[in-house]
Structure formats: C-alpha cells, structure tokens
C-alpha cells in the first residue's frame, strides 16, 4: 500500500500545525485512524490511491476536504477553506 505525504494550509497559507485529521471516505477499506499534522502541516497517509474525504479539526472547527491522492504525486498541498 503506498503512503502519500500531505501538507495542510490555513486559508492564510500558514501551516495547518496540530490540525487533526481522519480519513472520512476512501476507495477501499481502512483502518480507523487519527492523525496529527506537525508543526509545518505535513502528515502521511498509507492506503489505496484514489478519491479521499478527510475530516480536519483545527482551531475548534471541522473541515471536510476532498482530495484526489495518486502514486508518485508527491507532496499534496490542501488549504482549508477560512
């Protein structure tokens, strides 16, 4: 199973640190999983490539965002809506 590298952003474009995230839909199964960006909103994720719904938590608000994560990407940047 290949691992992808995120990065999240602010709406601001600062680093998302210590946003917490879980993987709300994926395109096969996965383990229930939570995960902590670091300082710099960088986090990984090991599972298929394909369509991904993440739930972030972030300064006591909760984002659903929607990426694509494909083999050989990358790092995928994803910035929170404001």
Sequence with gaps: M???Q???LRADGQPAADALVSVAAAPG???DLGLVADAAGRLSIDGPAGAYSLSI???GRAHRVPCDLRAGAGTVVLRLPG
């Design 2 to 4: 290949p691992t992808f």
């Design 29 to 31: 199964a996965m383990p």
């Design 6 to 8: 995120l990065q999240l």
């Design 57 to 59: 938590w972030l300064d």
